[in-house]
């Protein structure tokens, strides 16, 4: 089946099968390995992306699925960036030193993004509430969560 996608800005027609997920259209036909593939069952986060403007874990999303909607945009980990500048979600992750294997750092950052988009000023709840949906087995957490509000004051320094 052809599918019509918008992925960090860049158009694509894609002739897939309608059975494949979202992460293995992303990391198979566009070559965009920054979203992981964790457990391929939609608990751990790893391959979480911004769909239309909402955090989902890509592994679940069936290309079926996508069909139906009018238009479908899709930003990954890659399509942070600015050139070479980081976004400040991910600054803030280095800054806290919440990086380690980095295996489960793009689904976290990129549900963090999807939630400041529509709330700048999550509270701390709010914020740990959207991160139950990961896993790490690094961290330990608290280095995230101390990356997630470092990341909130980043993006409110001009409020």
């Given at each position: 089946?052809?599918?019509?996608?918008?992925?960090?800005?860049?158009?694509?027609?894609?002739?897939?099968?309608?059975?494949?997920?979202?992460?293995?259209?992303?990391?198979?036909?566009?070559?965009?390995?920054g979203?992981?593939?964790g457990?391929?069952?939609?608990?751990?986060?790893?391959?979480?992306?911004?769909?239309?403007?909402?955090?989902?874990?890509?592994?679940?999303?069936?290309v079926?699925?996508?069909?139906?909607?009018?238009?479908v945009?899709?930003i990954?980990?890659?399509?942070?960036?600015?050139?070479?500048?980081?976004?400040?979600i991910?600054?803030?992750f280095?800054?806290?030193?919440?990086?380690?294997c980095?295996?489960c750092?793009?689904?976290y950052?990129?549900?963090?993004?999807?939630?400041?988009?529509?709330?700048?000023?999550?509270?701390?709840?709010?914020?740990?509430?959207?991160?139950?949906?990961?896993?790490?087995?690094?961290?330990?957490?608290?280095p995230?969560?101390?990356?997630?509000l470092?990341?909130k004051?980043?993006?409110?320094?001009?409020d």
């Amino acid at each position: 089946m052809e599918i019509k996608l918008i992925v960090n800005g860049r158009k694509y027609t894609l002739d897939v099968d309608p059975k494949d997920s979202l992460l293995f259209i992303l990391r198979e036909y566009l070559g965009l390995t920054g979203t992981k593939n964790g457990c391929n069952q939609g608990h751990c986060g790893a391959c979480t992306v911004i769909l239309n403007g909402e955090a989902v874990k890509s592994c679940i999303v069936r290309v079926k699925n996508l069909t139906k909607k009018d238009e479908v945009k899709i930003i990954t980990i890659e399509g942070l960036a600015d050139n070479y500048s980081l976004h400040p979600i991910q600054q803030a992750f280095i800054d806290a030193t919440a990086v380690q294997c980095g295996f489960c750092t793009p689904g976290y950052i990129m549900e963090l993004y999807a939630l400041y988009m529509k709330n700048p000023h999550a509270s701390e709840q709010e914020i740990k509430s959207v991160l139950e949906g990961h896993l790490c087995r690094c961290t330990g957490y608290r280095p995230i969560l101390t990356a997630a509000l470092r990341a909130k004051e980043l993006l409110n320094q001009n409020d």
